[in-house]
Nanobody, 116 residues
Framework: VQLVESGGGLVQPGGSLRLSCAAS????????MKWYRQPPGKGRNLVAA????????NYADSVKGRFTISRDNAKSTVYLQMDNLKPDDTAVYYC??????????WGQGTQVTVSS
């Protein structure tokens, strides 16, 4: 199982970024996916989640209306569109999936820095 995030970077407040997480090693279309983030010096928190079909999504209150999670099962990729970014969104963003008995898997993370 491999999860590889990309798309992070430095952006000004109010800007946008789109994160991608390319998955392999499991039947992507059968599992829900999640994005977490870990701000500097703080714990890792759930940002957004999407069901296996993409029909159900959930968001942390702090990102509702600004972030959108989506997935392309044909490409085995999950996305996080982040708009109207704020300095408090600065964090390492991680892709995650739980595969039942096979365990919980994480990507290596991608840094997002929101600063003027």
């Amino acid at each position: 199982v491999q999860l590889v995030e990309s798309g992070g970077g430095l952006v000004q407040p109010g800007g946008s970024l789109r994160l991608s997480c390319a998955a392999s090693g499991f039947t992507f279309s059968s599992y829900g996916m999640k994005w977490y983030r870990q701000p500097p010096g703080k714990g890792r928190n759930l940002v957004a989640a999407i069901s296996s079909t993409g029909g159900t999504t959930n968001y942390a209150d702090s990102v509702k209306g600004r972030f959108t999670i989506s997935r392309d099962n044909a490409k085995s990729t999950v996305y996080l569109q982040m708009d109207n970014l704020k300095p408090d969104d600065t964090a390492v963003y991680y892709c995650n999936t739980g595969l039942g008995r096979r365990g919980d898997y994480w990507g290596q993370g991608t840094q997002v820095t929101v600063s003027s």
